[in-house]
């Protein structure tokens, strides 16, 4: 093999380590903003749900109000749990341990208006007996089993970047790259006793 042949054997080997590095920085880098953007949607529907359960609460509180006019507290109580939880905004690619807590304790907040407000119910056997109470009862549990569906597939989400961007040598692209690992939803202290709710 002359030095010609060299010359262009080695500026062949070059190139293709060269290809070779940049593909598996390019492909790493791309996952990495794929599962970004997979934990990002998964956290607006989180926040869809929550936002659908604060839609039906006025009308629940309406429909309780014709019932129960003397309850204005627990009324007052939930409206304002509402708007304290709608209010509670989280940038989605800021999310921390911090801001993933804050938005619980609002939301947190309103489900424990909303069983007070339920405790109320029981005594207006009207009110239980209603149609519109009844529509807006069934609407409210589904929804709370959607929020229980949302979060799982966001700490799914989650899981997968975080265990993405931890692996050796992707561990090394992330913090070139400044990814950076992500909260999880967790559970309320307390909460794996199942809450007894009586309609």
Known sequence: ?????KKWLTIGIIAVITLFIFSNFKGTYNNMVVMDEQATASWSQVEN????????IPNLV???KGY??????????VIEARAKATSTNIDASKLNANSIQQFQAA??????????????VERYPDLKANE?????????EGTE?????????????VKGYNAFIRIFPKNIYANIFGFEK???FKAVQGSEKAPEVKF
């Open 62 to 64: 309406n429909t309780v």
């Open 107 to 120: 939301q947190d907040g309103l489900s424990s208006a909303l069983s007070k407000l339920m405790v109320v």
């Open 1 to 5: 093999m002359n030095r010609k042949q």
């Open 68 to 77: 129960a006019e003397h309850e204005k507290s627990t009324l007052e109580g």
């Open 49 to 56: 749900v929550y936002q659908r359960r604060a839609d039906l």
């Open 132 to 140: 519109n109470f009844r529509d807006l009862q069934a609407q409210l």
């Open 145 to 157: 089993n959607r929020i229980a569906v949302e979060r799982r597939k966001f700490n799914e989400s």
């Open 182 to 184: 992500k909260e999880y």
